[in-house]
């Protein structure tokens, strides 16, 4: 047994075995330009990435990131690594490769080869068997005891004799992942050392990891532009990238500190000063002032002087005036050339906007109940999750729009016993029930008053649940009912999705509950099965019933893992009234203790969008005057009732060249727009006070507003076309974009500033960032209408044509449809 423990010790191997790629690659040893650094142009492996990015932290090497495809003989396979004088494709060449040009990584040791060369080959490959056959998963117990032992002799680095003075070595930083995840498949208990070194290697204070971990949750952006500009990327993050440049330049000891991953610009507070501003310099300079090193650097002012000696030369193609300011930050005027050039664009593209990653992304919306009534909550998060859905499809992530529908409560137990007794020939001579609502209402009523009724509506859960036939089909004539009377509201408000209800999870959850139960994670309580998420919930989940039903948490258990663990999604968003925030909140731990949800390496992150309930102008809970809850349909009925009546008006008052047909069209996109707007362009965290009179007027910031701006500059490129005969496509195909006047240039750099905006919108989940910025992009351009004439300087037209486009793209994405004539 010992002896033959001996022979599969990688180190107690003497000699370099021939590792491939390790020879190939000393023998080709190189030093990086450590002013150059190394270029990474990562790949769809997520984990190899974060690895070698800890491994160039490590080894001092300053890493920039590559975009695009390289054309070269590798395949389309994984990250690889640019690094001046050599290209390295795959993560373990990449790792092998930065290990042994860096300075200060304890690399080269024979032994540390073996156990890399190890991690690959054995470990990671015994972790992929273990999850498909039972054989595999003996191997990996067998891997992982090898580990286990080499720990027993040095627990705090692997390959360091030195137990006093660990240092992290490439095996450690290689093999500490591999072991978090090969450990997925056994119990907190065992192997102890792996478990905490590993930890302690990716977690610990001073990992190398910690640079890492943050990057690739923005999605990928880097430090630095990677020596290209992209303007897609919108000019906040392009004006960062430069500084962080500058940064990591002028100041090489803080480019693998968390705290300076990435300069801090932010847009300048009052338009007289600049564009923006880097409040960097005076962290900076506390950093430097800490390490207590003497510097020529007296003040923070001299910081912000360095940091815009070392801004790179293309950083001259966005930034004009770069000046410092103030105690000691930056102050940048953006390029008039670059406003231009992003004008241009907007004509020839459309806006523009893009994020460094591809996710795919999953939003849990609208979500009503069958049987019941869509209520003004529903329509709070159809409303947003569209919007929101609307955005991450237009930065070009794979979206799906789950419509979560309770379809399987215990409410049905009762429905269908209600509907037997009253219709007892249902099956020959189906009822008509068109008022489910007036049904609901009345089995509720019986529910309630008698408790034999309610023992037999109890019975009804189980055998519905159980497959009865009968149940089976009067519970499907009442979601066919329902789903139908959904679809009208969903079709008003040009709302797209798919639905996977309650029910669809049924099958899903005992499987659920065995895997929980192996891992320890359920307790037993009353005959129910419950559990406890972690000390922050006052509550358990509810996973079994004492009855051996399954409820909502049960549900959304076998949700939430189907979502991350068979769609195989990034983002998991939901989005409901905030008063469920601790059952979700709950179910997001309880994912992360059954080991489903790796945000360790940015690779998933799960949302709750809670918002705030609809108040009545009284401010309180929004109802009828009779006292009962609101009906969606209706309240969408009258504001587009009062938008046709105002159309009417205008029409009849000879302010609107509508006909009554293009009235109607319009009167829709108004009113529908004016609820959805009001919506959007609250907080959702707040709650809000519906008001038709304040939603649908004309001034101020609401859908009929921009709604009229948007018509307005429509009507002034129609008008001079139709009127002035000028050829506004000639004129952007041929001149340039002019931006004389101050309130031109002001709206110039309001249009560039659309995809930061954007991104903003998606990555906090607030729709009422994007009202905000199309609110003040309107403003703009009715302050360079009022200051400039068009018609007379038909030059200006480009500019009013790219506004136009842009109004009508954002009212796109908060799902208003845009018009060009009122
Ligand atoms: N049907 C629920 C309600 O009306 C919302 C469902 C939200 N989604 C979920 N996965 N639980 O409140």
């Given amino acids: 047994m010992e002896k ?16 491939t790629a390790g020879k190939n690659i000393a023998a080709r040893k190189t030093t990086v330009d450590s002013r150059q650094g190394a270029c990474l142009y990562p790949g769809g492996d997520v984990e190899g990435t974060h690895m070698i990015l800890a491994v160039a932290h490590a080894a001092d090497i300053k890493m920039k990131r590559g975009f695009g495809r390289k054309q070269g003989s590798w395949g389309d396979q994984g990250p690889y690594l640019d690094m001046g004088t050599q290209t390295v494709s795959g993560v373990e060449g990449a790792v092998r490769a930065l290990a042994l040009n860096g300075t200060s990584l304890a690399a080269c040791r024979p032994a540390t080869d073996e156990w890399v060369e190890w991690g690959f080959r054995r470990l990671a490959a015994a972790t992929s068997h273990a999850s498909e056959e039972e054989e595999g998963a003996r191997h990996l117990l067998q891997e992982l005891a090898v580990l286990e032992a080499a720990l027993a002799r040095c627990p705090r680095s692997l390959l360091t004799s030195e137990a006093a003075k660990p240092i992290t070595t490439l095996a450690d930083i290689v093999l500490a992942p591999l072991s978090l995840r090969a450990l997925k498949f056994f119990g907190e208990h065992e192997y102890p050392l792996t478990r905490a070194w590993a930890a302690s290697v990716v977690r610990g204070p001073e990992s190398p990891y910690a640079a890492t971990a943050a990057l690739v949750q923005e999605g990928g952006a880097f430090e630095g532009t990677g020596g290209k500009i992209d303007p897609r990327r919108g000019l906040l993050a392009v004006i960062t990238a430069l500084f962080t440049e500058a940064m990591h330049e002028a100041f090489p000891e803080l480019a693998g500190n968390p705290n300076f991953r990435r300069a801090d610009v932010a847009k300048c507070g009052n338009a007289v000063h600049g564009d923006y501003q ?26 912000a002087k360095a940091l815009i000696d070392s801004l790179p030369a293309k950083g ?36 523009q906007a893009a994020m460094a990653r591809k996710l795919r992304v999953l939003v849990d919306f609208s979500s009503p109940n069958i049987a019941k009534e869509m209520h003004v909550g529903h329509l709070r998060s159809t409303i947003i999750g569209d919007s929101l859905c609307r955005m991450l499809e237009f930065l070009g992530h794979d979206v799906a729009r789950v419509n979560h ?18 219709y007892p020939n249902f099956m020959q001579d189906p009822p008509n029930i068109t008022d489910l609502t007036g049904f609901y209402k009345a089995a509720k009523a019986r529910f309630d008053e008698s408790p034999a009724f309610k023992e037999r509506a109890r019975v009804g859960v189980v055998e519905l649940q159980a497959g009865d036939p009968e149940s089976r089909a009067i519970w499907k004539l009442l979601c066919d009912i329902s789903r139908a009377e959904f679809q009208k509201v969903y079709d008003r408000l040009d709302v797209r999705l ?3 209800g309650e029910s669809f999870y049924n099958d899903r959850i005992p499987a659920v509950i065995e895997e929980l139960k192996a891992e320890n994670l359920l307790e037993e309580d009353g005959g129910a099965m419950i559990m406890w998420c972690g000390g922050k919930h006052q509550i358990p989940l509810m996973v079994r019933k004492s009855d051996g039903g399954y409820g909502y948490d049960s549900t959304d258990l076998a949700a939430i893992r189907y979502r991350l663990k068979d769609l195989s999604r990034d983002w998991v968003i939901y989005i409901t009234d905030a008063g469920q925030a601790t059952h979700f909140h709950m179910i997001f731990d309880a994912a992360r203790m059954a080991g489903w949800v790796d945000e360790e390496h940015g690779r998933h992150r799960l949302d709750h969008v809670g918002f705030g309930v609809v108040q009545g102008e009284d401010g309180k809970r929004f109802k009828t005057r009779s006292g009962d809850t609101v009906r969606l349909v209706d309240l969408l009925d009258e504001a587009v009732v009062r938008m046709t009546a105002s159309l009417t008006q205008r029409i009849e008052d000879g302010k609107s060249a509508l006909s009554k047909s293009e009235a109607c069209e319009a009167a829709a996109a108004l009113g529908y727009g004016a609820v959805k707007y009001a919506d959007l362009k609250q907080n959702p965290g707040t709650d809000y006070q519906f008001s038709y009179d ?36 000639a004129l952007e195909a041929g001149g340039d974009v002019v931006l004389e006047h101050p309130t031109e240039r002001a709206l110039a750099l309001e249009l560039a500033q659309f995809a930061e905006a954007l ?15 199309v609110f003040f992009l309107s403003a703009r351009g009715t302050d360079f209408l009022e200051a400039c004439h068009v018609l007379t300087h038909p030059k200006r037209l480009v500019l009013v044509h790219a506004t136009a486009l842009t109004i009508a793209h954002c009212l796109e994405l908060l799902g208003i449809t845009p018009l060009t004539k009122i």
Avoid at 278 to 291: F, G, H, V
């Fill in 498 to 500: 798919e639905e996977y």
């Fill in 4 to 19: 033959k423990k001996e022979k599969r010790q990688p180190e107690r191997v003497g000699a370099v075995r021939s590792t």
């Fill in 405 to 422: 529908v309770g379809d399987w409560g215990t409410q049905f137990g009762m429905l269908i016993k209600y509907l037997k007794e009253e």
């Fill in 278 to 303: 880097c409040n960097s310099p005076m962290a900076i300079y506390k950093a430097i002032k800490a390490t207590g090193r003497p510097s020529v650097l007296a003040r923070p002012q001299d910081v």
């Fill in 316 to 351: 001259h193609e966005v930034c004009a005036e770069v000046s410092v300011a103030g105690a000691g930050f930056i102050n940048v005027r953006v390029q008039g050339a670059y406003l231009q050039a992003r004008v241009k664009d907007i004509l020839l593209h459309g806006p």
């Fill in 694 to 729: 304040r939603m649908l007027d004309t001034k101020g910031d609401t859908a009929i507003y921009l709604l009229f701006t948007c018509a307005r500059f429509h009507s002034i490129l129609r008008k001079a076309e139709e009127e002035k005969g000028i050829d506004v496509k």
């Fill in 759 to 773: 991104q903003q919108a998606v990555l906090e989940l607030m729709p009422n960032r994007l009202t905000s910025y």
